[in-house]
């Protein structure tokens, strides 16, 4: 059973950074494509970054700020956040997938005040 878990959540003033960390256990594999994704209160889950083979994709509201680091042997993912704005207030969720399967972590809150 893949179970992915994030730490390094919580409360930071807008400017400032947190990193958060992803841990995938229970799997005998690599996963092609790990990164992470964000849901805001009354919003739709959104990818904030991903890797995959050689490529990183962010979005554009990230981009710039935030960088997402991955060890492939470790089965690891993280993301440094910095310059942090109250609009990226959200749970942050780790996601692993593998031949069409997507795996979730059950998220991390990220809360930036102004």
């Known amino acids: 059973q893949v179970q992915l878990v994030e730490s390094g959540g919580g409360l930071v003033q807008a400017g400032g950074s947190l990193r958060l960390s992803c841990a995938a256990s229970?799997?005998?594999?690599?996963?092609?494509?790990m990164g992470w994704y964000r849901q805001a209160p009354g919003k739709q889950r959104e990818l904030v970054a991903v890797k995959y083979g050689g490529n990183t994709i962010y979005s554009d509201s990230v981009k710039g700020r935030f960088t997402i680091s991955r060890d492939n042997a470790k089965n690891t993912v993280g993301l440094q956040m910095n310059s942090l704005k109250p609009e990226d207030t959200a749970v942050y969720y780790c996601?692993?997938?593998?031949?069409?399967?997507?795996?979730w972590g059950k998220g991390t809150l990220v809360t930036v005040s102004s």
């Open positions: 229970g799997s005998i594999f690599s996963f092609h494509a």
């Open positions: 996601n692993a997938e593998n031949i069409g399967v997507d795996y």
